[in-house]
């Protein structure tokens, strides 16, 4: 398993595998059972996609509220006298801000850091989140400087809060190069022959496990059970 290690300058500032809040921006801890919500929770590729990376959570007692008005960006909150706790962000152009983390994360050669918004940006509501430019930052770099967002739109704005998860992080391939090409005929229909047998097999698989949300879609187990049966055969 490769390791991740960082130093950071403030000790407050420590990353962490990203979790799920339940209750909170994954979702309520509603069952899936018929009349219920569906949830982002709900979803395993959602799911693993959040929990294979890690997140860096604001850890300045001070809200941060990040906002454009008459076009201008404007960095906002109660900082105390002459703004002596505020926090090191600051305009990036016109259209981003930047966030002077001083975090270092340490990977491998032949890895590298990716930064990308956090999961919690694609369940928001509000358009409060901070959505933050992916980056790839290799292996050689001792310091990531600084962490690029996404200006909030003319009366938008974007909230920085104590605690609260601000980017998400996954560990890539820093050189990896993929070539794309046609499936040959014969891998194509296999292919198909696989995805036909799972929806014949449909009703045994997700047996059990189907229901109802309150919006009248259909959800069942098929793919749950599929990929716990693929991580067993991988196991053993």
């Not at 962490?147 to 739109?153: A, E, G, I, Q, T």
Request: proline residues 9%; contains cysteine; glycine residues 6%.
């Amino acid at each position: 398993m490769p390791l991740v290690t960082y130093r950071s300058v403030d000790g407050n500032l420590r990353p962490r595998r990203t979790k799920l809040d339940v209750p909170g921006w994954a979702g309520e801890p509603d069952p899936r059972a018929n009349g219920s919500r569906e949830y982002p929770w709900h979803c395993i590729p959602f799911s693993e996609a959040a929990r294979a990376g890690f997140e860096l959570c604001y850890p300045y007692p001070d809200e941060l509220r990040v906002t454009t008005r008459d076009g201008l960006l404007r960095l906002e909150g109660e900082f105390g006298p002459d703004d002596v706790r505020r926090p090191p962000f600051r305009a990036f152009g016109k259209e981003y801000y930047t966030y002077q983390s001083l975090i270092d994360l340490k990977v491998d050669p032949g890895l590298a850091v990716k930064t990308e918004p956090h999961p919690r940006f694609f369940t928001d509501r509000t358009g409060t989140v901070p959505i933050a430019v992916p980056a790839v930052i290799r292996h050689w770099w001792p310091m990531i400087a600084f962490l690029v967002f996404k200006s909030p739109l003319e009366g938008q704005t974007h909230v920085f809060r104590q605690g609260e998860p601000f980017i998400h992080i996954t560990i890539v391939q820093a050189d990896e190069k993929f070539d794309l090409a046609e499936m040959p005929e014969e891998e194509a229909a296999e292919r198909e022959l696989q995805g036909l047998r799972i929806h014949a097999s449909r009703r045994t698989l997700s047996a059990d496990t189907e229901w109802t949300s309150a919006s009248d879609t259909v959800f069942d187990g098929t793919y749950r059970r599929l990929s716990g049966a693929a991580r067993s055969a991988k196991q053993s």
